[in-house]
């Protein structure tokens, strides 16, 4: 039997979201709920607290950490059926971290979001995460770690619903099923297992999609668009020609590591984690074209030839929200650059043995850009984001 699909959220959940959330950041926080494989999806939910889109599934097993936190005197359980959960949460005996793992086909989401919201004690110190995606297994997990752009598994949608993440924010750093535990780790101090390092340097910890210094106003959103927290990372990305390979300069100026994916014409992605800088060679015989793709739309498109005398730099300005690019000429002849995107349209002429600085603004854009150069065979695209370490906006992506 098909489940219906919820509309509207509770009342209560609407009243609860109205309330000033309570001082004291992460310390304020009494009980984590993981709610997993949720079947019914709601457009109120995701317009009224924070999305987590670039989640990805990896497996990770909440249940071999779930022994580390009882071991630690930390109070978990496991909830198969909404009324025992619902009792616990009106009876005052909620643990601390709880698992709830509806059967195969079921919804549990409208229950959940009611019980926590109809009792304001736990409503106000409560992070709910609502993972689409799961298996019902035990383990917590939707697959191994291939598939996804990042080496990270399939992404799945995850929304955050809590008192401080109120406002229709999404929330775009890369996470997988290993940062739920992180952020269980983080607030009660009991070192999950198993996470090696490439991973916890790839993934957030879910502390991202929380605002506990300020209140957020609901649904002051832009047509078309929606409020998105600050990302930890800005990467970029230059690549020229030197004899049989393309030189590439990957570039992070944030303060987490980026996971990046280069994904060559033909062959399988290599996927690359930049902390400051990287230097990678790419090697071609006559002809090359290949990609660098990134968290939140970042993306950098490379094709041409060899020989060729063109080359673009490209640094980003996150104060000022300029992308910057420097049009390079090796060769004995003018080379004319053609500049498409972002609604401009335009060409740059550079002389033999010269460059010329093109600053791109993006401000007007919300520091979204999308942008081709070409001469020739020559071409680079530059997409993504500026960060400029304060709250933005996300297009809302529709799918049909």
């Keep these: 039997m098909q489940v219906p699909r ?7 959940v609407h009243e609860a979201a109205a309330r000033e959330p309570v001082r004291g950041g992460m310390a304020a ?3 984590v709920v993981f709610l997993t494989g949720e079947n019914d999806h709601y457009d109120d939910l995701a317009d009224t607290f924070t999305v987590c889109d670039a989640f990805h599934g990896s497996g990770y097993p909440w249940a071999t950490y779930a022994v580390h936190l009882r071991d630690a005197g930390k109070s978990w359980r496991v909830y198969q059926d909404g009324p025992s959960f619902r009792a616990d949460v009106e009876s005052g005996g909620l643990p601390q971290v709880s698992y709830l793992v509806p059967p195969p086909a079921a919804s549990w989401a409208y229950e959940v979001l009611d019980a926590l919201a109809s009792v304001p004690e736990v409503w106000d110190s409560t992070a709910l995460f609502i993972d689409y995606g799961s298996g019902h297994d035990g383990e917590h997990g939707s697959g191994g770690a ?3 752009p990042f080496g990270l598994g399939p ?10 993440t109120v406002g229709g924010y999404v929330d775009s750093q890369v996470f997988d099923q290993s940062s739920a535990a992180r952020f269980v780790e983080r607030w009660l101090g009991v070192s999950a297992p198993g996470i090696g390092a490439p991973q916890r340097t790839a993934c957030g910890d879910l502390t991202s999609a929380f605002d506990f210094g300020r209140r957020r106003p609901v649904g002051a959103h832009l047509p078309g668009w929606r409020p998105a927290r600050p990302l930890p990372y800005q990467p970029d990305a230059s690549g020229a020609v030197v004899g049989g390979e393309v030189r590439l300069g990957l570039r992070n100026s944030g303060d ?4 990046l ?9 290599v996927h690359l984690d930049v902390r400051s800088s990287v230097e990678f060679a790419v090697p071609f015989e006559h002809e090359y074209r290949f990609a660098v793709v990134g968290p939140n739309g970042f993306r950098r498109e490379f094709a041409g030839t060899r020989g060729e005398h063109a080359a673009v730099e490209s640094s980003v300005h996150g104060h000022s929200r300029v992308l910057s690019m420097t049009l390079a000429n090796a060769g004995p002849a003018d080379v004319t650059f053609s500049l498409v995107g972002d609604g401009r349209d335009f060409k740059v002429t550079v002389r ?8 791109w603004l993006t401000a007007f854009r919300h520091g979204w850009y999308d942008l081709t150069v070409s001469s020739g065979a020559f071409r680079r695209r530059l997409a993504g984001h500026v960060e400029n370490g304060r709250e933005s906006v996300a297009p809302v992506i529709t799918r049909s």
Excluded at 6 to 12: C, G, H, K, N, Q
Excluded at 352 to 359: E, I, N
């Design 261 to 269: 994916a280069l994904h060559p014409h033909a062959g399988d992605a």
């Design 6 to 12: 919820r509309t509207t959220l509770p009342r209560s």
């Design 155 to 164: 992404r799945v949608p995850v929304v955050v619903v809590s008192p401080w």
């Design 352 to 359: 033999p043995g010269k460059r010329r600085l093109v600053p």
């Design 29 to 31: 926080l009494r009980h």
């Design 146 to 148: 291939a598939g996804g």
């Design 256 to 259: 987490e590591s980026v996971r």
